[in-house]
């Protein structure tokens, strides 16, 4: 069940200047419900004409221990610029848990999860559940330069990582589609989060070696559950609102390989 | 509760606080948030004879306080709506009513005829005001003969509650509020969006695939509020009044300035409990200024 709750900020860390790292948990302290890898929430940024639709983030983690949601954000721009300079102890107001989420992979298949950017954000969510449903991730994340990759230490506990930067200053230089693991290892499935033309490459790479491809889709989201409309992607089922239906989706559904 | 009894035609609200189609899918998305029968009605999606894909993304882009929209009436037809959707929401315990739009007279009449039998679907909006179809919608509100050639031959099929909804791309809305209240209108609704453009100066680009859009949002609000209050003084029929409300001091506004009953639009995104909250803010007017029925405030601005 979606809800609109009041967060309190239980802390916010810069990851570099750009990337903030978000742990927030409900101000009436009620227990967080169920949530699952894909899903995300729909956050308000308070007293601005400018910014006047919520922001769509990911979850990147949900501890379900602390009762707290991890929201991996980057300063893109005004909207995300003012979430990225609360404090600690300031409030902040969400809808959740929204949209879809990743389906499990099939007994002992062989699966990597593709992150570029702050994309990243919900392969650390996912990653770790398919660690705890006993599935060994492996995880292969790019950045421009090396302190784009955020949480590195964190996906280095869930499985085996592979990186590249645009720049060599980070594991292989180049692409991230480019990485050599892509050529010398035969996967069963592949996640993804990242720059949309990532996403392509990689559902065309996917689609090539029949690979099953589950991508996350970033649309724009004035309402984020399903009542206006206007985060359609074309699909082959005709138009699809991404919000309610993703922003998981295969890459099957999709019109991007044809 | 019977203070805030209102009628609109032959339809009876138990409050007048209603939610604008488009904003509000078929109410089923806001069931988690608010229970619907706390609210006078529900303005359903707009509806065509046959079924839509609406226009390419992207079909939103966000403005000061505001948004510019070119959904173009995306909706599986009336025959799905019949089938499909019908036999859900005629379960909710509050008015349903549906938003009927299509791009010649003929599909108008044809999807009214449709509807007119459902129990459970007590009146329709007539959508003369879409700005986001090549075709119809539109081209029927911004024009007098037009709107009241339409509305003619909607009421030869249609008995029950009849809303038109009007648009406010006009040089004199009034004027056209007054062609439709000829042909026999129940009341009018206003406004619908207004035609707008957003660019992006980096890239040169428009930000709406169709170019153009509707504006909504607060950033409306004082044009709408003219607009009713124009409306107001012309017509003898009950007005909806809409544009921009986001709590209950607009929706008083509003009212003030006119409006038998009110529709929150845009902001049931932002907040989408903000319907019953502005029921909730109504009454507490209502009590602080000791006043018995709602009926009382429409049109009394003190001027
Ligand atoms: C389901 C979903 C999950 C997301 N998860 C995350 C996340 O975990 N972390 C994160 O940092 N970001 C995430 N995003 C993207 C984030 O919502 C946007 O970056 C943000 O809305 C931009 O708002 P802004 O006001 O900062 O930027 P604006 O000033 O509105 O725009 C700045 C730039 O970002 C682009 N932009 C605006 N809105 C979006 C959007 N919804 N998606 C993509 N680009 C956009 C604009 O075109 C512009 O180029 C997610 C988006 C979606 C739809
Ligand atoms: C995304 C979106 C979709 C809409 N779709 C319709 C529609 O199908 N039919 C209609 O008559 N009005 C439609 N509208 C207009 C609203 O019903 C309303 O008239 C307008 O948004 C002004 O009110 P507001 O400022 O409170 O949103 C739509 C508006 C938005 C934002
Ligand atoms: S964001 Fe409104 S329907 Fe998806």
Same mark, same amino acid.
């Given at each position: 069940?979606?809800?609109?709750?009041?967060?309190?900020?239980?802390?916010?860390?810069?990851?570099?200047?750009?990337?903030?790292?978000?742990?927030?948990?409900?101000? @009436?302290?009620?227990?967080?419900?169920?949530?699952?890898?894909?899903?995300?929430?729909?956050?308000?940024?308070?007293?601005?004409?400018?910014?006047?639709?919520?922001?769509?983030?990911?979850? @990147?983690?949900?501890?379900?221990?602390? @009762?707290?949601?991890?929201?991996?954000?980057?300063?893109?721009?005004?909207?995300?610029?003012?979430?990225? %300079?609360?404090?600690?102890? %300031?409030?902040? @107001?969400?809808?959740?848990?929204?949209?879809?989420?990743?389906?499990?992979?099939?007994?002992?298949?062989?699966?990597?999860?593709?992150?570029?950017?702050?994309?990243?954000?919900?392969?650390?969510?996912?990653?770790?559940?398919?660690?705890? %449903?006993?599935?060994?991730?492996?995880?292969?994340?790019?950045?421009?330069?090396?302190?784009?990759?955020?949480?590195?230490?964190?996906?280095?506990?869930?499985?085996?990582?592979?990186?590249?930067? +645009?720049?060599?200053?980070?594991?292989?230089?180049?692409?991230?589609?480019?990485?050599?693991?892509? +050529?010398?290892?035969?996967?069963?499935?592949?996640?993804?989060?990242?720059?949309?033309?990532?996403?392509?490459?990689?559902?065309?790479?996917?689609?090539?070696?029949?690979?099953?491809?589950?991508?996350?889709?970033?649309?724009?989201?004035?309402?984020?559950?399903?009542?206006?409309?206007?985060?359609?992607?074309?699909?082959?089922?005709?138009?699809?609102?991404?919000?309610? %239906?993703?922003?998981?989706?295969?890459?099957?559904?999709?019109?991007?390989?044809? | 509760?019977?203070?805030?009894?209102?009628?609109?035609?032959?339809?009876?609200?138990?409050?007048?606080?209603?939610?604008?189609?488009?904003?509000?899918?078929?109410?089923?998305?806001?069931?988690?948030?608010?229970?619907?029968?706390?609210?006078?009605?529900?303005?359903?999606k707009g509806t065509t004879l046959e079924p839509r894909q609406g226009n390419?993304?992207?079909?939103?882009?966000?403005?000061?306080?505001?948004?510019?929209?070119?959904?173009?009436?995306?909706?599986?037809?009336?025959?799905?709506?019949?089938?499909?959707?019908?036999?859900?929401?005629?379960?909710?315990?509050?008015?349903?009513?549906?938003?009927?739009?299509?791009? !010649?007279? &003929?599909?108008?009449?044809?999807? !009214?005829?449709?509807?007119?039998?459902?129990?459970?679907?007590?009146?329709?909006?007539?959508?003369? *005001?879409?700005?986001?179809?090549?075709?119809?919608?539109?081209?029927?509100?911004?024009?007098? !003969?037009?709107?009241?050639?339409?509305?003619?031959?909607?009421?030869?099929?249609?008995?029950?509650?009849?809303?038109?909804?009007?648009?406010?791309?006009?040089?004199?809305?009034?004027?056209?509020?007054?062609?439709? &209240?000829?042909?026999?209108?129940?009341?009018?609704?206003?406004?619908?969006?207004?035609?707008?453009?957003?660019?992006?100066?980096?890239?040169?680009?428009?930000?709406?695939?169709?170019?153009?859009?509707?504006?909504?949002?607060?950033?409306?609000?004082?044009?709408?509020?003219?607009?009713?209050?124009?409306?107001?003084?012309?017509?003898?029929?009950?007005?909806?009044?809409?544009?921009?409300?986001?709590?209950?001091?607009?929706?008083? &506004?509003?009212?003030?300035?006119?409006?038998?009953?009110?529709?929150?639009?845009?902001?049931?995104?932002?907040?989408?409990?903000?319907?019953?909250?502005?029921?909730?803010?109504?009454?507490?007017?209502?009590?602080?200024?000791?006043?018995? *029925?709602?009926?009382?405030?429409?049109?009394?601005?003190?001027?």
């Amino acid at each position: 069940m979606k809800q609109k709750l009041d967060f309190i900020i239980n802390s916010n860390d810069a990851l570099n200047k750009q990337i903030f790292l978000l742990k927030v948990s409900p101000k @009436n302290g009620a227990p967080l419900p169920d949530m699952y890898p894909g899903q995300f929430v729909h956050l308000l940024v308070h007293d601005s004409s400018s910014i006047f639709l919520r922001r769509p983030l990911s979850i @990147n983690y949900f501890d379900k221990e602390k @009762n707290e949601i991890w929201l991996l954000l980057l300063s893109a721009g005004g909207g995300t610029k003012r979430i990225s %300079e609360m404090k600690a102890g %300031e409030s902040i @107001n969400l809808i959740f848990p929204l949209g879809n989420s990743f389906s499990l992979p099939k007994p002992r298949q062989k699966i990597l999860l593709i992150g570029g950017g702050v994309g990243t954000a919900p392969l650390l969510f996912l990653g770790k559940r398919l660690l705890s %449903e006993g599935f060994e991730p492996e995880f292969l994340l790019g950045g421009r330069t090396a302190i784009d990759i955020s949480q590195l230490e964190h996906f280095e506990r869930t499985g085996k990582v592979y990186t590249t930067t +645009e720049d060599g200053s980070l594991g292989e230089k180049g692409l991230i589609t480019h990485h050599p693991v892509l +050529e010398e290892t035969k996967f069963d499935k592949i996640y993804t989060c990242g720059p949309r033309p990532m996403m392509v490459a990689i559902a065309k790479y996917a689609a090539h070696n029949e690979i099953d491809c589950e991508v996350s889709l970033e649309n724009h989201m004035p309402c984020g559950f399903g009542a206006c409309l206007c985060c359609v992607e074309k699909t082959k089922r005709g138009n699809i609102c991404v919000c309610t %239906e993703g922003p998981v989706f295969n890459i099957k559904e999709l019109k991007w390989i044809d | 509760m019977d203070r805030l009894k209102v009628n609109i035609g032959k339809l009876e609200l138990r409050n007048p606080v209603m939610t604008a189609s488009g904003t509000f899918g078929y109410g089923d998305e806001f069931t988690d948030f608010i229970d619907l029968s706390r609210l006078g009605g529900i303005f359903v999606k707009g509806t065509t004879l046959e079924p839509r894909q609406g226009n390419d993304y992207p079909r939103m882009a966000e403005t000061a306080s505001g948004m510019l929209n070119s959904v173009g009436l995306q909706n599986k037809g009336v025959d799905y709506f019949l089938s499909d959707i019908y036999p859900r929401i005629k379960e909710y315990d509050t008015h349903m009513i549906v938003n009927v739009n299509g791009s !010649t007279l &003929e599909d108008y009449v044809a999807c !009214t005829e449709a509807l007119a039998d459902l129990d459970k679907i007590p009146a329709i909006e007539l959508n003369i *005001s879409c700005p986001n179809v090549k075709e119809g919608g539109m081209i029927f509100g911004i024009s007098c !003969t037009s709107a009241a050639n339409l509305v003619k031959a909607v009421r030869k099929v249609y008995d029950k509650t009849l809303i038109v909804k009007l648009s406010p791309n006009v040089t004199d809305i009034a004027e056209i509020a007054l062609a439709v &209240e000829a042909e026999g209108a129940d009341s009018v609704s206003l406004v619908n969006t207004f035609l707008g453009m957003a660019i992006d100066a980096e890239k040169r680009k428009p930000k709406l695939s169709t170019v153009t859009g509707g504006l909504s949002g607060p950033c409306i609000k004082p044009i709408a509020l003219r607009m009713v209050w124009q409306v107001y003084k012309a017509v003898k029929i009950p007005i909806i009044g809409m544009g921009g409300i986001s709590n209950w001091k607009d929706a008083i &506004e509003f009212i003030l300035a006119g409006s038998q009953a009110i529709q929150v639009g845009t902001y049931n995104f932002i907040n989408p409990t903000v319907s019953v909250e502005i029921v909730d803010g109504i009454l507490e007017y209502m009590d602080r200024h000791n006043i018995d *029925s709602i009926n009382d405030l429409v049109g009394k601005l003190d001027y």
